[in-house]
């Protein structure tokens, strides 16, 4: 299986790939790790050709694979390379709580108190997801879906079992 997993931030993107790379023995690709320069201030966009070289890398080397982020840009390199999509089309308040709660990620941060000091501003970002048109949008993740030919479906609650997705 190769599957792309969509939605807003705090949608459960990485939670979900972790439990689908678990049941399929795939490999995990979380888009954040090469969409931005790493120990940049302010934060900065990684130029286009690295992302697209790290996403080869990355897909080639793997049968198996599950990509997943809020980078439409970057996720159409593989619209028709992979064979499944699945987007966490969650409430804003869904997403909102999730990222209150979500557990350290030391891939992205120094600490659990650094990524805490971010949640302001990523409940910020988060509020204003279905009013941007930018590539992290609402409405580029929804026409990305619509035109997505694999196996698809949208999750609209935080209360789905794995195996009901597909």
């Known amino acids: 299986m190769k599957l792309l997993i969509i939605g807003n931030s705090g949608s459960g993107k990485s939670t979900l790939a972790a439990r689908f790379c ?16 790493t120990d ?11 992302s697209v070289t790290g996403i080869n890398a990355f897909t080639t080397r793997t ?3 599950v990509v997943e982020g809020c980078y439409t840009d970057l996720l159409e390199l593989l619209i028709t390379e992979a064979s499944h999509l699945v987007f966490l089309d969650l409430p804003i308040e869904a997403c909102i709580d999730n990222a ?5 990620e030391p891939h992205k941060y120094s600490s659990k108190s650094e990524q805490d000091k971010n949640l302001p501003m990523l ?38 079992e794995l195996g009901s997705i597909f």
């Open 63 to 65: 049968e198996h694979w």
């Open 100 to 104: 209150k709660q979500r557990p350290w």
């Open 22 to 37: 678990e049941q399929l023995s795939a490999e995990h690709l979380d888009l954040d790790t090469l969409a931005w320069e």
């Open 40 to 50: 940049v201030t302010p934060p900065t966009r990684r130029a286009m050709k690295s």
């Open 123 to 160: 409940m910020g970002w988060i509020e204003q997801y279905a009013e941007r048109v930018d590539t992290f949008s609402y409405v580029v993740h929804d026409d990305f879906f619509e035109r997505f030919l694999g196996v698809k479906a949208r999750v609209c609650h935080n209360t789905y």
